[in-house]
């Protein structure tokens, strides 16, 4: 996957186009992501020992064609490049300000 954990993306679709926020969990095989404060569903918490009852949101996982990466360097939505090292490392390169982006990727 081109976005991993800890990147900023904007939602390019759905009802929170145009947001953006911050990956805070990935699934490669799934091919979803999960975005801070994006996607939100309410859901309902039954009354325990340990906390209040009552309606909690949480994020939902979304794909992550609906994103695009948000380039640290640029600071513009742009689409991920790779790129090879002569020690056979991966990169991610944005393919607007063909800066290198931190971070491992997962195919
Ligand atoms: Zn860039």
Same mark, same amino acid.
């Given at each position: 996957? $081109?976005?991993?954990? /800890?990147?900023? !993306?904007?939602? =390019?679709?759905?009802?929170?186009?145009?947001? @953006?926020?911050?990956?805070?969990?990935?699934?490669? +095989? $799934? =091919?979803?992501?999960? !975005?801070?404060?994006?996607?939100?569903?309410? $859901?309902? !918490?039954?009354? &325990?020992?340990?906390? +209040?009852?009552?309606?909690?949101?949480?994020?939902?996982?979304?794909? !992550? &064609? +609906?994103?695009? =990466?948000? %380039?640290?360097? %640029?600071?513009?939505?742009?689409?991920?490049?790779?790129?090879?090292? +002569? /020690?056979?490392?991966?990169?991610?390169?944005?393919?607007?300000?063909?800066?290198?982006?931190?971070?491992? @990727?997962? $195919?």
């Amino acid at each position: 996957m $081109k976005i991993i954990k /800890s990147d900023k !993306v904007k939602i =390019l679709i759905g009802k929170d186009k145009g947001r @953006t926020g911050e990956v805070i969990r990935v699934f490669p +095989k $799934k =091919l979803k992501i999960v !975005v801070k404060g994006i996607n939100l569903f309410k $859901k309902h !918490v039954k009354p &325990s020992q340990n906390q +209040k009852g009552g309606i909690v949101e949480k994020e939902r996982p979304m794909l !992550v &064609s +609906k994103v695009a =990466l948000i %380039c640290p360097n %640029c600071q513009k939505p742009t689409r991920v490049g790779y790129e090879v090292d +002569k /020690s056979g490392h991966k990169y991610r390169l944005c393919k607007k300000c063909h800066t290198m982006l931190i971070g491992k @990727t997962t $195919k």
